[in-house]
C-alpha cells in the first residue's frame, strides 16, 4: 500500500529543490497534486513528468505572497480532486544576507511575507478544506536558523522560519480536536539552489558542509522523505513539533 494512496496535496515552492523533489515522491506514493510557485514553465515540466508516472498533478503558478493563490491553490485541489488532505507549506526566501542596520523594510517585508505570511494566507484556505475532509496534515518547512542556531546576517530569514513554527504550534492546537496535524520540517544545509547560492565558493561549501556532524549536505530527496512521514499516516500521532532533519548541524561542535 502506497503511503498517500487516495491523497491530495498542495505544494509550494514544488518548481525546484525540495518541494520539487517531495512532489515527485508524494506522487509516487499514490498523492494526487497541486504544485504551486511562480514559474510556470518549471511546475508545468513537473506536471507533465508526474503524469507520465501515471499519477495526477495540477500546476498553479502564482506567488505566495498573493492571499489569492492561496486560495486557488485551495480551489483546484477541491474542483480537480475533490478536497484537501495534505498542504507542504514549503516556498521561502533567504532574501539578501545583510547586517541588521543595513537591511530595509523592503527587504524585511519580502522576506516575511514570502516565508511567513504566505503559510498564515495558506492555512487560512487549507484549514476549512481539511476540516471538511476530516482531518489532514500540514506542514511548514521552517529551518535550524534561528531555531537552533543564529548565522549572522540572516535576521528576516530567521525571524521569518521562527514564526512558521510558533504558527504551527497554535493550528495543531487549535484543529488536533478536529483531526488536523500541524507540524515544521527544520531541514539542515540541503543540496539545492538555495542551498547553493548561500555556498557559492568551494570554501564556503566546505564551510557549511563541516558545520554538520554527518559533514555534507542533505539531498532534497532526505527532505522529501522527513516531509512524507509527516504527510502520511506513519507519524499519526505526531502534532506540533518541529522537527530537525539537520544532519545534526544543531548538535555538532566539531
Ligand atoms: P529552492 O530550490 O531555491 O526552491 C525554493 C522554491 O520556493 C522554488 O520552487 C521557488 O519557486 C519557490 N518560491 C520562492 N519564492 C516564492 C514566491 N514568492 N512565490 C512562490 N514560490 C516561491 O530552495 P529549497 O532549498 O528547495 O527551499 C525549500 C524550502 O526549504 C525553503 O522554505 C527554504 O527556506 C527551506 N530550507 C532550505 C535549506 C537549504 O539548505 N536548501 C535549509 C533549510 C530550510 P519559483 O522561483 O518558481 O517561484
Do not use: C
Amino acid at each position: 500500500m502506497r503511503q498517500l494512496e487516495g491523497k491530495t496535496a498542495i505544494i509550494t515552492g514544488a518548481s525546484s529543490g525540495i518541494g520539487r523533489e517531495a512532489a515527485r515522491l508524494f506522487a509516487e506514493q499514490g498523492a494526487k497534486l497541486v504544485l504551486v510557485a511562480r514559474r510556470r514553465s518549471e511546475l508545468d515540466r513537473l506536471a507533465d513528468e508526474i503524469r507520465d508516472d501515471g499519477a495526477d498533478a495540477v500546476a498553479v503558478a502564482g506567488d505566495v505572497k498573493d492571499a489569492d493563490v492561496a486560495r486557488d491553490a485551495v480551489r483546484i485541489a477541491i474542483e480537480h480532486f475533490g478536497g484537501l488532505d495534505v498542504a507542504l507549506n514549503n516556498a521561502g526566501t533567504t532574501g539578501a544576507q545583510i547586517p541588521l542596520p543595513e537591511m530595509t523594510m523592503e527587504l524585511w517585508h519580502e522576506v516575511l511575507d514570502t516565508n511567513l505570511t504566505s503559510a498564515f494566507h495558506a492555512a487560512k484556505h487549507q484549514i476549512p478544506a481539511m476540516l471538511a475532509r476530516g482531518g489532514g496534515s500540514m506542514i511548514f518547512t521552517s529551518t535550524f536558523v534561528g531555531y537552533t542556531v543564529g548565522f549572522p546576517g540572516m535576521a528576516a530569514y530567521a525571524a521569518s522560519k521562527a514564526g512558521l513554527i510558533g504558527l504551527m504550534q497554535v493550528i495543531a492546537a487549535e484543529y488536533g480536536p478536529q483531526g488536523i496535524r500541524a507540524n515544521a520540517l527544520l531541514p539542515g544545509g540541503t543540496d539545492t539552489p538555495m542551498g547553493r547560492a548561500v555556498s557559492n565558493t568551494p570554501e564556503a561549501l566546505a564551510f557549511v558542509k563541516g558545520l554538520h556532524a554527518l559533514k555534507r549536505l542533505a539531498t532534497p530527496r532526505e527532505i522529501a522523505q522527513a516531509a512524507l512521514f509527516l504527510a502520511s499516516d506513519a507519524s499519526s500521532f505526531t502534532t506540533g513539533t518541529a522537527l530537525l532533519v539537520d544532519g545534526g548541524i544543531s548538535i555538532n561542535r566539531t
